[in-house]
């Protein structure tokens, strides 16, 4: 099955590049970028400062092919794609726990990030530990 999803915004980030970004946000904890929400999408983020920790749900926008298998890199033994974290997977998509610290109009800033500048944001939500 085929669809279609659109960005509800961007990634601000000061890493550039593909290798340049870390391997997930622990180690980046301390790293701060913003999330862009874009105008016809703000009513979306009412309440969301309630929150210490939002999930950002990204595309992989620079990710090129992918293998089933593959070595991780904290492994050398070739393991299945989903049971790693590589980007590169047939739908390229992330999933990466940040810090909220402010919310400004559309400009959501935060704290730790493993995304690239320009990476487009497909969803946010709450992150909510109980849960």
Do not use: C, W
Not at 39 to 68: A, C, M, T, W
């Amino acid at each position: 099955m085929k669809f279609e999803i659109q960005s509800i915004g961007v990634i601000h980030s000061p890493f550039i590049n593909k290798k340049d970004a870390p391997p997930q946000v622990s180690y980046s904890s301390n790293t701060i970028a913003t999330v862009e929400i874009y105008p016809v999408y703000v009513d979306g983020i009412n309440g969301l400062e309630r929150f210490e920790y939002i999930i950002i749900i990204s595309y992989l926008h620079k990710s090129q092919g992918y293998s089933l298998m593959t070595i991780p890199r904290t492994d050398n033994k070739l393991r299945g794609v989903f049971s790693t974290r590589s980007p590169h997977r047939p739908n390229p998509i992330a999933l990466s726990i940040t810090k909220l610290l402010e919310i400004k109009n559309n400009i959501l800033h935060i704290q730790g990030i493993d995304l690239i500048n320009g990476t487009p944001v497909l969803d946010i939500k709450p992150y909510i530990k109980e849960i």
